[in-house]
Nanobody, 125 residues
């Protein structure tokens, strides 16, 4: 069973950048599709980005397309989320997720079996 630990969150001014990391342990990262979701206070958890096992295919929410980039280093069992041009509405707890199945909706939180504890991202205006 894989465990996921996020890091890299913090406080940043609007227009700034952050890079989140998600380290997987207890399993081989290359066996899992990985994704980032976020949840702001009072809102439902929403999809941000996903990446397939070898990093060759990525998916993005329209709200972050062109600003965020998801990547992975399977040798380090780590997935990254580079966040640029951050906006106040990007503020949320960001969660890393993993799933070992091949078929399914990679943008749906219900599809993912494994979750990290989350890392807080705060964007000041």
């Amino acid at each position: 069973q894989v465990q996921l630990v996020e890091s890299g969150g913090g406080l940043v001014q609007a227009g700034g950048s952050l890079r989140l990391s998600c380290k997987a342990s207890g399993g081989t990262a290359s066996s899992y599709a990985m994704a980032w979701f976020r949840q702001a206070p009072g809102k439902e958890r929403e999809f941000v980005a996903a990446i397939n096992r070898n990093g060759g295919t990525t998916y993005y929410a329209d709200s972050v397309k062109g600003r965020f980039g998801i990547s992975r280093d399977n040798a380090k069992n780590t997935v990254y989320l580079q966040m640029n041009i951050l906006k106040p509405e990007d503020a949320a707890v960001y969660y890393c997720a993993a799933e070992e199945r091949y078929l399914g909706d990679k943008t749906a939180s219900s599809w993912y079996h494994y979750w990290g504890q989350g890392t807080q991202v705060t964007v000041s205006s």
